[in-house]
Each structure stands twice: as C-alpha cells, then as structure tokens.
C-alpha cells in the first residue's frame, strides 16, 4: 500500500493498518435439496454413493403460530415438531446461500436449515430448527453467569465460531440475543441474516450493510473488515456472561452508540479472573491485525484445562 510522505491531518487520533489483497466472494454455491424431518443420508454400495434426495416442502406444508416476534414459530402439518420459518425478500438471498453452506458444517453449535422454497411473486422461506426461546440475554438479564457456566458456554461458543470461520463465513451479529440455549442447555449460535462470506486475512471492502443494533460489533464493521469482528464480538459477549454489561457501550452516557464503539475504551470489571480479564482485552484489540483470531482464543490460557473433543461431542 501507497502512504503519502506529506499527508498529515491532526484530527486523525489512530490509523489502523489493514492488508489490502481482497479475495472475491464465491459467485454462485450449489443448491441442496430440501430435507425432510431427519436428515438425508449417504448410502453406500462399493464404491459409489448416492445421495437419498426427500421432496421439497411447499408454505402450504406449515401451520404458522400466531405470535408478535420474528422470525415465527410453525409446526409441519405432517409432524408434531417446530421450526422457526423466516422470509427474505426477492433478491435477498444471501442468508440462504450462507445457511445452505452451513448445512454441510458439521458442528452442533449453528443454527440448522431445514427446507428452503419460494413462493411465485412472493418471497423465500427458510425453515430452521426451533431449539428454544432462552438465550444468553435472557439468562443473563436476571443474574450475572458463574465462572463454570461462563466458561461452559464460551467454549460451545468458540467451536460454533471457529467452525464458520474454518468455512469463511463471518456472522457479523454476535450477541446474547443470538446465542440460543436449546432444550439440553447446549449453545446454538442462531440468526445469520448479517452473515457473509470472507477469506481469513484479506478485508472486505463491499459486504453488504448490517441491519442489526451495533453495541456489540466491532469499531471496523462499517468498513473494511474481516473474520476478526466475530472474535471483538465474542470478548464482549464473555464480558457480558460474566458480569452482565457490555464493557465498550455506557447506555447511561449521552453519546451515540456507534462513537462509543469508535472511540471509547473498554472498562473491564476488576473482580473478573486474571486469565479471563486478558482474554477479553486481547480480544476488544482496536486493531483487528493484533486481535486474537479464533485459533488464538482457543490456545489462550483461559481455555487450557478445555478437552476440545469433549467439547465438540457435548460431554461437557
């Protein structure tokens, strides 16, 4: 990158130095099949494999709940089991695409695509598990997380993140309002709707915009980023867990939002663990390029009695 010797504003207080080799975003995926209530399978004969391919499911296959919040709760009329039904507007397929690529993910910590059809002159519905209506904002709202419960769902929660950053998808949208707690008290990282997809290193200069609150997104979201905003997110949300507050927004201050994000320091509260305490600062790293990436999350120190196996096969 090019610097001008002479430039020089005073108003400018950081600089921050990003790579600027951009790779393009995948064109085109492939469709996958819709599936029915269990999941379609591989059978093998010899050598060869074939895919079982279940019927699509049309709108007319739902019962939709009656109820306020979005996305809405349904049943399939065939079965007894819920999903969670979401719209996307004609030409606002992106989420789809993202949900179909996560669908070949295996890992039990990301929301789950179920069917995936369009109505003529109307829009695309994706139909997603219904895991539960608890999630770490509503856990947390009552009291602050214990150190054991914190730990147990940061490390469901570093395994469904690293696993969308194996993939080079960034969700974008972390928050307590998105990390679900399903019926076996497991973490289901849900609402992709914010997702893109991104190489590891090289920034994003296009994505398309967020449409989310913007307390817990990192400073770099409104230009030039990369995988690195999910890891900001995840420190703020173990800060969150741990003590009930976000350490980067102050709602009692008359600032906006956004130029707390831009332009404030965090506040960490004292009485957390020291090995905690330094996770989270490594994380909220205002420079994305000196930001712990996901692998370096989970080498850190506060992780190092987690066995990873255990964690991704829910013996934890």
């Keep these: 990158m090019d610097l001008d010797p002479d ?41 060869d494999h074939t895919r079982h391919t279940p019927p699509c499911a049309t709108l007319a296959d739902f019962e939709i709940i009656a109820t306020s919040e979005y996305p809405k709760k349904c049943r399939r009329r065939s079965g007894s089991k819920f999903y969670v039904i979401k719209s996307l507007a004609s030409g606002m397929l992106a989420e789809k695409l993202v949900m179909e690529s996560i669908r070949e993910i295996d890992s039990p910590f990301l929301d789950r695509l179920r069917w995936a059809f369009s109505v003529p002159g109307d829009c695309t519905y994706l139909v997603l598990d219904f895991h539960s209506e608890v999630t770490v904002a509503t856990i947390v709202q009552d009291n602050p997380l214990n150190t054991v419960e914190a730990m147990f769902f940061a490390c469901e929660l570093v395994e469904g993140i690293g696993s969308l950053h194996l993939a080079n998808i960034a969700h974008r949208d972390i928050t307590p309002a998105n990390v679900l707690i399903d019926r076996t008290g497991h973490v289901v990282l849900s609402d992709f709707s914010n997702a893109v997809f991104l ?29 690195a905003v999910d890891c900001w997110s995840f420190g703020l949300l173990l800060h969150f ?26 506040k960490i509260q ?31 120190s506060y992780f190092f009695n987690t066995d990873w196996e255990d964690v991704r096969a829910k013996r934890i």
């Design 7 to 47: 430039w020089d504003d005073d108003d400018i207080a950081e600089v921050m130095v990003l790579s600027h080799n951009l790779k393009h975003w995948p064109t085109r995926l492939p469709t996958i099949a819709e599936e029915l209530d269990t999941p379609s399978f591989i059978a093998s004969s010899g050598s």
């Design 270 to 300: 004292e009485a957390l663990p020291f090995e905690a305490t330094d996770l989270i600062i490594k994380c909220l790293e205002r420079n994305p390029i000196f930001r712990l990436s996901i692998t370096k999350i989970r080498d850190h």
């Design 241 to 266: 867990m741990l003590t009930g507050r976000n350490p980067v927004v102050d709602h009692n201050l008359a600032l906006p939002i956004r130029s707390q994000v831009l332009d404030g320091h965090p």
């Design 199 to 227: 190489s590891g290193s090289p920034p994003c200069h296009d994505c398309p915009p967020l449409s989310s609150a913007v307390e817990f997104q990192a400073p770099e979201i409104t230009w030039t980023h990369n995988l």
